[in-house]
Antibody
Framework: QVHLVESGGGVVQPGRSLRLSCAASGFSFDSYGMNWVRQAPGKGLEWLAF????????SYAESLQGRLTISRDRSENTLYLQINSLRPEDTAVYYC????????????????WGQGTRVTVSS | DIQMTQSPSTLSASVGDRVIITCRAS??????LAWYQQKPGKAPKLLISDASRLESEVPSRFSGSGSGTEFTLTISSLQPDDFATYYCQESIRYSRTFGQGTKVEVK
């Protein structure tokens, strides 16, 4: 059974950085592309970043490009998202999500999601 | 980035109603279009991939259609469990943009 557990959220001051983690289990982690998605309070879903199954390809939402770094550790079966220069508008629940199919680079939606980790940016 | 626009933003309906949600892309996405259902406090659930492929264990009252820039999600007979927010998502390139969502509420 696919299991994704995010961690690393909390209250952070504006301008600081944060690294979120997503621990994966129940599937072959190094066979699937992975993503980060966030949802601000009362708002819709916003895709943030993608990393391919082998880590060779990465893409980011244009609006946040330059402040995000997605990475993965196959030995730990863990996905990461580094967010720099945090702003109040980054306050949201951050989800990790798995691509529907193995070895895909694009054209694939998300079939498994974590429960999310909440980030609040406030002084 | 590709822009995805859903309509309506909110839809009031009753149990048994036929419900249609539309999603328009700012440029063609072929059939690289998915639909999700989200309930308050929960992660989204994938309903449909490739514009019309129903995911396993998703009730057959849900269906998707369209290609290019215009897509629809249809619920043939709305059930109590279907009151939720629905999102479309494109995935033609590395980006995976979502629509702004359509909330289906009780009339």
């Amino acid at each position: 059974q696919v299991h994704l557990v995010e961690s690393g959220g909390g209250v952070v001051q504006p301008g600081r950085s944060l690294r979120l983690s997503c621990a994966a289990s129940g599937f072959s982690f190094d066979s699937y592309g992975m993503n980060w998605v966030r949802q601000a309070p009362g708002k819709g879903l916003e895709w943030l970043a993608f990393i391919s199954f082998d880590g060779s390809d990465r893409s980011y939402a244009e609006s946040l490009q330059g402040r995000l770094t997605i990475s993965r550790d196959r030995s730990e079966n863990t996905l990461y998202l580094q967010i720099n220069s945090l702003r109040p508008e980054d306050t949201a629940v951050y989800y990790c999500a798995r691509d529907l199919r193995r070895y895909s680079a694009y054209g694939v939606p998300f079939d498994s999601w974590g429960q999310g980790t909440r980030v609040t940016v406030s002084s | 980035d590709i822009q995805m626009t859903q309509s309506p933003s909110t839809l009031s309906a009753s149990v048994g109603d036929r419900v249609i949600i539309t999603c328009r892309a700012s440029q063609t996405v072929g059939t690289y279009l998915a639909w999700y259902q989200q309930k308050p406090g929960k992660a989204p659930k994938l309903l449909i991939s490739d514009a019309s492929r129903l995911e396993s264990e998703v009730p057959s009252r849900f269906s998707g259609s369209g290609s290019g820039t215009e897509f629809t999600l249809t619920i043939s007979s709305l059930q109590p469990d279907d009151f939720a927010t629905y999102y479309c998502q494109e995935s033609i390139r590395y980006s995976r943009t979502f629509g702004q969502g359509t909330k289906v509420e009780v009339k």
